[in-house]
């Protein structure tokens, strides 16, 4: 197992160095940059800008040079003094923007995670031992809507019933006495009131997914010849069904650890955006759309390290919940 792993930091080490330098690149494709935005910017509200004081701007910000040397220098920067970069359109450095929204953007994120998995798995499970009855359609259904419902749409819906039924529509994470008083555990049930509705909105998606993933692999599990060898050795049937199906059944949902585990840095943007959640999705759409490299670029790859942490972890379960890919990886 040791070498698996070792194996797998070894190729992981070099892919974020590439994402890294894609993600930069990308970045820099659209025309222009965030001096020729704020120029248009300054234009539009009646100031002149000449030639000189455009060259000394890009001077200023670094942005005279090319591209890839751009690149090498915040690659340079992060490693040796984990210097992340200035943020133009924030004024302050990338590092205190990321920090500042990180604790509040891992809270809802694994919150989120522990709603998705806790809520969809047992009701996987469910529907696959109960197939066709009342049950599995009612969460068929359920599920189907949940993944055809934009969680934009669920967000404006759900904070709208808010307002009708409690006259608090419940936008962002704290109400206007905490944020004149200041977080403490007194209004730790009013954050946690305010956590309902991204947990719900955010997670809605990812739940349907899994429901429909682990009854799928249930029910494909349950008329392998494994089981039905068991049950005529009289195994039974619950051990025929936690032990194995179930454990066979979650390959593809610990698999998906690489994406979840990137979310957790940015969350359901366009989400947070209409419920005024301080998380770092919003900051990335602000990064992207103001051509804030730096940051966007920071954003981008600790995203990209999250997906590589994430397939290393889920490969590491992976390989403990399934006896055929040690047993592989030895041969």
Not at 19 to 44: E, H, N, R, V
Not at 209 to 233: C, F, P
Not at 311 to 331: C, G, K, M
């Amino acid at each position: 197992m040791l070498k698996y792993i070792w194996k797998r930091i070894l190729i992981m080490i070099p892919t974020i160095f590439v994402i890294s330098l894609a993600c930069f690149f990308i970045i820099q494709l659209p025309p222009g940059d965030f001096i020729s935005s704020y120029i248009t910017t300054m234009q539009s509200e009646g100031e002149t800008i000449t030639q000189e004081v455009v060259a000394q701007l890009r001077a200023e910000y670094g942005m005279d040079k090319p591209w890839f040397v751009q690149y090498i220098l915040w690659m340079k920067g992060i490693i040796l003094h984990g210097n992340w970069g200035y943020s133009f359109e924030y004024q302050r450095p990338v590092i205190d923007i990321v920090n500042e929204r990180m604790v509040l953007t891992v809270v809802i994120s694994l919150i989120t995670m522990l709603f998705t998995y806790l809520v969809s798995i047992p009701i996987g499970i469910y529907s696959a031992l109960k197939q066709y009855s009342a049950g599995d359609y009612i969460f068929t259904a359920f599920g189907f809507l949940g993944m055809a419902t934009p969680n934009f749409l669920l967000a404006i819906i759900l904070m709208y019933l808010s307002f009708i039924w409690t006259g608090d529509p419940l936008i962002g994470l704290f109400s206007d006495e905490m944020l004149q008083n200041g977080f403490s555990l007194a209004y730790t049930g009013e954050f946690l009131k305010h956590m309902i509705i991204p947990v719900i909105v955010i997670g809605t998606a990812g739940t349907c997914s899994v429901i429909r993933t682990v009854r799928a692999q249930m029910l494909d599990e349950m008329v392998k010849q494994y089981t039905l060898t068991a049950r005529a050795k009289g195994v039974a049937e619950n051990r025929i069904t936690y032990k194995y199906c179930v454990r066979a059944a979650l390959n593809p949902v610990v698999s998906g650890l690489a994406t979840s585990l990137s979310r957790i840095f940015t969350g359901s943007t366009i989400s947070a955006i209409v419920m005024n959640l301080p998380i770092q999705g919003p900051v990335l759409y602000t990064a992207l759309k103001s051509q804030d490299m730096y940051l966007a670029g920071s954003i981008l790859f600790i995203m990209a390290f999250l997906v590589c942490v994430g397939t290393l972890l889920s490969d590491i379960v992976l390989a403990w919940l399934d006896p055929r890919i040690r047993f592989s990886e030895r041969s």
